[in-house]
């Protein structure tokens, strides 16, 4: 069975150890958020993709759900002690090979793809791994402070600010005129199933919708797609997923961002790209017009409950 999922950091990458339990011998490949990427010490970071490729790697520290097993932050408390910011990005030790590697190769004009593909020889997740684009895309917020209204990273908004700062706007600079990378549409096309993991709707799975193309894509795959909702009984299960929905006036329902997505039109495609939605059983009774929504727990409190969750929604897929 060839699966492919959309997916962002640690929610997706506990969803994908789900999917690899349940289907072992699942061919699956990953379109992995690259809109968190941010650039520091001259550094070209990748947090989502290193995130799924950790996890599944068996590299990922598992306290945090991000960053490197057995992780040290010596380079970190070095450049803090020289005033050298930022000091709200924790970079680990470990992990600066990783992204040593990756600006190195990147520098040398290798793609991005081909730069991830390289990293996932060592790693071995038992999964393709694509980056949603090769271009450069990075999700910018519009936020106002004491000096006026600026734009900032996404990642100085959620790690520094915790998202408490209201998001006027946030926008994928540089989406427009990105594109899909090389076995992107493919994957989408040829699937036999897509899922969407319980990833940030906004900035994961909508930055990866954002890329000309990608959208289209699934709303024409013969495959089923089916997501499962991050959103429990009107709160994030993870994160700061709702001050991302409010920012683009979607409630923090399971059914509004099954909503914002939409329900897919096979017989004349349209924007909609769900045929399936999964929600938790604290949202049992939500419609959604045009999806099939079934209601089960949705914790992923172990690789057991996972398992179960991922095997609802191939259930719901009809596979």
């Known amino acids: 069975m060839k699966i492919t999922a959309l997916a962002g950091g640690i929610g997706g990458a506990r969803f994908l150890v789900g999917v690899q339990a349940a289907l072992p011998d699942a061919d699956i490949t990953v379109i992995g958020n690259t809109g968190d990427d941010i650039t520091l010490h001259g550094l070209r970071i990748c947090p989502d993709l290193d995130t799924v490729m950790y996890t599944l790697g068996g590299g990922i520290s598992p306290e945090r759900g991000w960053g490197r097993h057995d992780e040290t932050f010596t380079v970190a408390a070095e450049l803090a002690a020289?005033?050298?910011?930022?000091?709200?990005?924790?970079?680990?030790?470990?992990?600066?090979?990783?992204?040593?590697?990756r600006t190195r190769m990147l520098a040398a004009g290798y793609p991005l793809t081909e730069v991830t593909a390289a990293l996932c020889q060592r790693w071995k997740p038992g999964i393709r791994l694509l980056p949603m684009s090769d271009e450069r895309v990075e999700?910018?917020?519009?936020?106002?402070?004491d000096e006026g209204r600026r734009a900032i990273h996404f990642q100085e908004w959620w790690l520094r600010m915790r998202a408490a700062t209201p998001a006027l706007e946030i926008i994928s600079v540089g989406a427009e005129?990105?594109?899909?990378?090389?076995?992107?549409?493919?994957?989408?096309?040829?699937?036999?199933?897509?899922l969407l993991p319980p990833s940030n709707p906004v900035v994961s799975i909508g930055s990866i919708l954002a890329v000309p193309g990608v959208r289209a894509a699934l709303a024409r795959t013969p495959a089923p797609v089916v997501g499962v909702s991050p959103i429990i009984g009107g709160a994030p299960v993870r994160g700061m997923a709702d001050a991302c929905l409010t920012a683009i006036g979607v409630a923090t329902s399971a059914g509004a961002v099954a909503t914002h997505y939409g329900a897919r039109r096979r017989a004349a495609p349209g924007d909609g790209i769900l045929d399936g939605w999964l929600v938790d059983t604290a949202d049992t009774g939500t419609e959604v017009?045009?999806?099939?929504?079934?209601?089960?727990?949705?914790?992923?409190?172990?690789?057991a409950a996972t398992v179960e969750i991922v095997r609802a929604a191939l259930e719901l897929a009809g596979v």
């Open 82 to 101: 020289y005033g050298v910011g930022p000091t709200w990005f924790g970079l680990g030790d470990r992990d600066l090979a990783t992204h040593l590697v």
């Open 139 to 145: 999700t910018h917020v519009v936020v106002e402070t």
């Open 289 to 303: 017009p045009g999806v099939t929504v079934k209601a089960r727990p949705l914790l992923m409190t172990d690789v």
């Open 177 to 194: 005129a990105a594109q899909p990378a090389p076995g992107v549409l493919d994957a989408l096309t040829d699937a036999d199933v897509v």
